[in-house]
């Protein structure tokens, strides 16, 4: 026990588990149960937002056909276009088949846009990976959002923590670099957005303070985050405790 009677633990998520951390956090905000409830909420395809969508659902959500672009294998990559699941979208408390432009269009400041990123500065800065020359979903989105006012949410893992997404987007481009594994391509920087990782998450979910001490592993650490997680004894105890019941989510396979 550390003074005034706070308490610190040392703890380590793997890659799945920092995502169910966050997925839980972010469907805990009181904007997002609201738009759930009575507005519009969409949840764009991607490996974090999947475990979003499970804990908003309350059911599985296949993670791996819920994103476009992947890195995986060595590799900048896209899903089969055949097999991919398309955007979560709610109105007025109930799935909506909508098209998510078109709900888009009726967005308002109330309402929710939920995006995943493939990088996160130390500055608080989300940068988001896009294949297509138009700048894919969030390219497509943001313009509305921030002419609204609207809230955009982006989940991301401290294992994309990256020293400068602005340095990223002046390095990417599609049409920038002369080789790419793959795919080539460019970065869109999110600024404005409500950024969870698995520091706000615990904030959010438990009242408590997390700070990261460390980064990767191997033997199934390998992404791993490492955080000291302090507060009042209680508090502390709560976040063991959650952690306790999400160690050991499976891999993504």
């Given at each position: 026990?550390?003074?005034?009677?706070?308490?610190?633990?040392l703890?380590?998520?793997?890659?799945?588990?920092?995502?169910?951390?966050?997925?839980?956090?972010?469907a805990?905000?009181?904007?997002?149960?609201?738009?759930?409830?009575?507005?519009?909420?969409?949840?764009?395809?991607?490996?974090?937002?999947?475990?979003?969508?499970?804990?908003?659902?309350?059911?599985?959500?296949a993670?791996?056909?819920?994103?476009?672009?992947?890195?995986?294998?060595?590799?900048?990559?896209?899903?089969?276009?055949?097999?991919?699941?398309?955007?979560?979208?709610?109105?007025?408390?109930?799935?909506?088949?909508?098209?998510?432009?078109?709900?888009?269009?009726?967005?308002?400041?109330?309402?929710?846009?939920i995006?995943?990123?493939?990088?996160?500065?130390?500055?608080?800065?989300?940068?988001?990976?896009?294949?297509?020359?138009?700048?894919?979903t969030?390219?497509?989105?943001?313009?509305?959002?921030?002419?609204?006012?609207?809230?955009?949410?982006?989940?991301?893992?401290?294992?994309?923590?990256?020293?400068?997404?602005?340095?990223?987007?002046?390095?990417?481009?599609?049409?920038a670099?002369?080789?790419?594994?793959?795919?080539?391509?460019?970065?869109?920087?999110?600024?404005?957005?409500?950024?969870?990782?698995?520091?706000?998450?615990?904030?959010?979910?438990?009242?408590v303070?997390?700070?990261?001490?460390?980064?990767?592993?191997?033997g199934?650490s390998?992404?791993?985050?490492?955080?000291?997680?302090?507060?009042?004894e209680?508090?502390?105890?709560?976040?063991?405790?959650?952690?306790?019941?999400?160690?050991?989510?499976?891999?993504?396979?």
């Amino acid at each position: 026990m550390t003074k005034n009677g706070e308490k610190k633990v040392l703890i380590s998520l793997t890659v799945p588990e920092g995502k169910r951390l966050i997925g839980k956090a972010v469907a805990a905000l009181p904007e997002v149960q609201k738009a759930r409830r009575q507005g519009r909420l969409i949840i764009a395809t991607g490996i974090t937002n999947a475990f979003v969508a499970e804990e908003i659902l309350q059911e599985p959500v296949a993670k791996i056909r819920y994103t476009a672009g992947i890195v995986t294998q060595g590799k900048f990559t896209t899903t089969p276009s055949e097999t991919r699941l398309t955007h979560i979208c709610f109105e007025n408390g109930a799935i909506s088949s909508r098209p998510w432009l078109d709900i888009l269009q009726d967005f308002t400041a109330d309402d929710v846009f939920i995006k995943g990123a493939n990088a996160v500065d130390p500055s608080g800065m989300a940068g988001v990976l896009v294949g297509a020359p138009n700048g894919g979903t969030i390219g497509t989105a943001l313009g509305t959002l921030y002419a609204r006012g609207s809230h955009l949410i982006v989940p991301v893992s401290r294992e994309k923590l990256i020293p400068s997404v602005e340095e990223a987007v002046r390095q990417l481009g599609i049409y920038a670099v002369d080789e790419a594994w793959e795919m080539a391509c460019g970065m869109v920087p999110v600024v404005g957005a409500t950024v969870v990782t698995e520091v706000e998450a615990l904030a959010i979910l438990c009242g408590v303070t997390a700070v990261q001490v460390s980064a990767g592993g191997v033997g199934g650490s390998e992404g791993s985050v490492g955080l000291v997680i302090s507060g009042p004894e209680p508090k502390v105890a709560a976040a063991v405790e959650l952690i306790r019941r999400i160690k050991g989510e499976p891999p993504i396979a």
